[in-house]
């Protein structure tokens, strides 16, 4: 069977230029029912000046679809075709009906007075989804921006009364005041009747969220002020009043402003302004100390901008809003957040920058310049104090004890306490001691300082690192002498292990790229533990291990860095290995001059203090324990001295160094055999 065509009937604009004139029948159709007095009624009003009314019309549809202008009326009389007799009123009100004519589709506010578009246009300006520069200005219905308005106009009509009584705008507004009193009545008088009393109701709501004012709530229990874009009602399961804000950013390369949407859920009765989720700020009890403490915070916030190493105490989120509790150092670094973590990124609508420098990256231009982030940094303008109110209370970085990018609260970052002497506290030779600070020292200077060229490779840019293998059994202060390099360089220590990096070559090549690029991105001082999977000797027949090492060896040769690698099994290494290790240190057993200062470096961090004499020290001390037992031994007989309310003493810390003592002898197997074995 064969389809026939369907024709849809479309509206035709019955204003538009390029649109075909009416045929002969539609002519006849909008001509058919029109009286003579009703032809001339027309005519007189094409020659006649602007109407001081607000006339109510519909916009109707002839059979073929195309639309025109009509007065309300219970048949179909069409005045005649291309009059704009309509806008020879003030104000127009328009019905749009469906191309059925059944329905009302749209109503609009037609403003064709030039007094009363200019004064609009002074008066309001710019308004969220309305345009009062154009030619023709139409107001869908309701049209709210009025009432906002509303003591604008007022104030106007007052100024022009005052200036020029017979003034067209005089005549006109009388006729807007009125429509808006008219249409907003309700809005009028029961919302100000309420708001006098700090009330509201949901069906007035909106009659409190002017554009363009500022808006007070809470986000993650932070209070946060944002700037009110738009608003609109929203239904299905979560019905309420949807606020479109925006507020202070930082993308990792400029300041600039974000949007975001706030809910305020629908409500019963009459409800406190000052109870809701969101409310502007003027309705704060207390707006001048919120705005104090708010500026004071987006101060603090600018200054986070960049790369910052911070310490952190308290609640980290991630991008899922899972909650992670942090105690330790984070590096504050929103850049290199969204370079690692692309997905989760975001960008702000930038603030100019300062005195005309250049942008990182010109989406308009074919040239993208590279500029570092210190520079670009620099040239960011300082924040207004406007600016630091609406600013974020999060700042994006990365936690080095869960090893995430995370967002931070901005008021839990305090400046780095460096111990600065804990070099002094390291129980090492004093040659070795000497020869890791000069070579940490001179290697800090030369990436910090362009002019120290340094020596260098054949080849530019290779082994340029600093690379140090610290060997020996555990607790004698492998990873304390990372430590103590990262507190005397003041720089942050990356620590990760094996199990961080994987043991299949797809993984490792990835995660350890993944390491070495934030550990030269932020001069980390980078600690492997546990190294000896990937320094193993090569082999014929393993080829997984072989791809591990040469990973490992490949990358390695071109990291910058300052990288220690602890392990207990050097005897393995393989050959090639050898040649890219700078400074191999030897950990032996502690003897017990090396004990007796371990427990006097712990000891003296007691609060009141230990009753303990030199004596004592070497009674300890003859304890083969190493550092971390000894610190263990320390802790645990702490606690035990808080829980009996005495001052720590060398019996409490014997009777827990005995209980440890005969713990390593059961393990050593110089003890009874344990009751599982038997």
């Not at 738009?230 to 804000?245: F, K, Q």
Request: some cysteine; aromatic content about 8%.
């Amino acid at each position: 069977m064969a389809r026939t065509k369907q024709t849809a009937r479309h509206p035709i604009r019955q204003h538009d230029p390029n649109a075909e004139p009416p045929d002969e029948e539609e002519q006849m159709e909008m001509n058919a029912r029109l009286t003579e007095e009703e032809k001339l009624k027309r005519q007189e009003l094409e020659q006649a000046p602007m109407q001081v009314e607000l006339k109510n019309l519909e916009k109707r549809w002839t059979k073929k679809g195309r639309g025109y202008i009509c007065e309300p009326k219970d048949d179909e009389d069409v005045p005649e075709g291309n009059i704009n007799w309509y806008e020879k009123f003030a104000l127009c009100i328009t019905r749009q009906y469906d191309p059925q004519n059944k329905w009302v589709q749209r109503t609009t506010l037609q403003v064709n007075s030039e007094s009363l578009k200019d004064i609009i246009r002074d008066r309001i300006g710019n308004y969220p989804g309305q345009s009062f520069h154009t030619a023709q200005v139409t107001l869908d219905f309701p049209p709210r921006c009025l009432y906002h308005y509303h003591p604008e106009l007022k104030e106007e009509l007052e100024l022009a009364t005052k200036e020029d009584p017979n003034s067209e705008a005089t005549r006109h507004l009388p006729i807007l005041l009125d429509f808006i009193r008219e249409e907003f009545n309700d809005a009028i008088t029961e919302g100000d009747n309420l708001r006098e009393k700090g009330l509201v109701t949901y069906e007035h709501l909106w009659t409190i969220f002017r554009p363009g004012i500022l808006i007070y709530g809470t986000h993650l229990s932070q209070p946060r002020v944002y700037k009110l874009n738009n608003y609109c009602y929203t239904g299905g399961n979560c019905p309420g009043l949807s606020l479109t804000v925006e507020y202070v950013d930082y993308d990792g390369d400029d300041f600039g402003m974000r949007c975001t949407n706030v809910l305020i859920h629908q409500f019963d009765g009459a409800a406190p302004i000052a109870a809701l989720s969101a409310f502007p700020l003027s309705f704060h009890t207390n707006e001048a100390a919120i705005r104090e403490k708010l500026i004071a915070r987006g101060r603090k916030w600018e200054s986070h901008a960049g790369q910052q190493f911070r310490e952190y105490r308290g609640v980290a989120l991630d991008t899922l809003n899972f909650r992670y509790n942090l105690d330790g150092r984070v590096m504050v670094d929103t850049h290199t957040f969204h370079r690692i973590e692309a997905d989760d990124a975001y960008t702000v609508s930038p603030f100019p920058k300062a005195g005309g420098a250049k942008r990182k990256q010109d989406l308009d231009s074919n040239d993208m310049d590279l500029v570092p982030v210190e520079d670009a940094i620099a040239a960011l303008a300082p924040l207004t104090d406007d600016q630091c109110l609406l600013a974020s209370s999060m700042v994006r970085g990365y936690s080095f004890t869960e090893k995430k990018f995370l967002e931070f609260f901005i008021e839990k970052l305090e400046p780095v306490d460096w111990n600065t002497k804990c070099f002094e506290q390291l129980v090492l030779p004093d040659s070795q001691k000497e020869l890791v600070q000069a070579l940490v020292a001179e290697h800090t200077q030369r990436t910090t300082d362009p002019a120290k060229a340094g020596f260098d490779d054949i080849v530019k840019g290779k082994g340029r690192g600093l690379v140090l293998v610290l060997h020996g059994p555990p607790g004698v202060g492998k990873t304390l002498t990372a430590e103590c390099v990262a507190e005397f360089s003041q720089r942050p220590l990356y620590i990760v292990s094996s199990g961080d990096l994987g043991t299949s070559s797809t993984v490792l090549d990835e995660r350890l790229s993944r390491t070495l690029d934030l550990a030269s991105t932020w001069k980390a001082v980078l600690l492997i533990d546990e190294a000896d999977v990937f320094l193993e000797r090569r082999s014929l027949h393993d080829m997984e291990r072989n791809s591990l090492v040469s990973i490992f060896l490949r990358t390695l040769e071109y990291y910058s860095g300052i990288l220690f690698m602890t392990t207990n099994r050097v005897r393995t290494f393989d050959d090639a290995f050898k040649s890219r290790i700078h400074v191999p240190l030897k950990y032996g057993a502690l003897p017990v001059s090396s004990r007796v200062k371990i427990w006097k470096n712990f000891l003296s961090t007691i609060e009141g203090g230990v009753d303990i004499d030199e004596g004592g020290y070497e009674e300890l001390a003859g304890g083969n324990l190493n550092g971390r037992q000894i610190k263990n031994v320390v802790r645990t007989a702490k606690s035990l001295a808080a829980h009996k309310r005495r001052r720590l003493d060398k019996a409490q810390l014997k009777q827990v160094m005995d209980i440890q003592m005969a713990f390593e002898e059961e393990l050593t197997g110089e003890g009874d055999v344990d009751m599982v074995e038997q």
